[in-house]
């Protein structure tokens, strides 16, 4: 289950569909990765100083993936955001990506609430 954490400008957030770049960006990271599972995403505005707007993209990915498989998804990646972008009428946007590995020490909890469960 990859991790996706896209840093972008406020200006970008304001025009562009959150949610069907997420629902592309998920199904292009799996497919191209050969991941399982849902993709954990976060879109997170940042204030951008020196420049125009910036959107970045890191894709966090369990260990054993080839510098190909890495480079093909960085590749896609970038294109399905520029056509997203275009598509929300953004045109000048310094775009990144970084496909990278998650560091062994990493573990995944899931907690489930008990709230609201029926009780018999």
């Given at each position: 289950?990859?991790?996706?954490?896209?840093?972008?400008?406020?200006?970008?957030?304001?025009?562009?569909?959150?949610?069907?770049?997420?629902?592309?960006?998920?199904?292009?990271?799996?497919?191209?990765?050969?991941?399982?599972?849902?993709?954990?995403?976060?879109?997170?505005?940042?204030?951008?100083?020196?420049g125009g707007m910036v959107m970045h993209v890191e894709v966090a990915l369990m260990h054993g993936r080839s510098?190909?498989?890495?480079?093909?998804?960085?590749?896609?990646?970038?294109?399905?955001?520029?056509?997203?972008?275009?598509?929300?009428?953004?045109?000048?946007?310094?775009?990144s990506v970084v496909v990278r590995d998650l560091p062994s020490s990493y573990r995944l909890s899931q907690i489930?609430?008990?709230?609201?469960?029926?009780?018999?």
């Amino acid at each position: 289950m990859p991790h996706v954490h896209i840093t972008v400008s406020p200006r970008i957030t304001d025009v562009l569909d959150h949610s069907d770049l997420v629902t592309a960006l998920n199904a292009l990271v799996v497919d191209r990765s050969g991941s399982s599972g849902v993709s954990k995403t976060s879109v997170i505005p940042v204030e951008t100083y020196g420049g125009g707007m910036v959107m970045h993209v890191e894709v966090a990915l369990m260990h054993g993936r080839s510098p190909a498989v890495k480079a093909h998804l960085s590749e896609g990646v970038l294109e399905l955001i520029a056509t997203h972008l275009s598509k929300a009428g953004v045109e000048a946007v310094d775009l990144s990506v970084v496909v990278r590995d998650l560091p062994s020490s990493y573990r995944l909890s899931q907690i489930r609430s008990r709230a609201g469960a029926a009780q018999t």
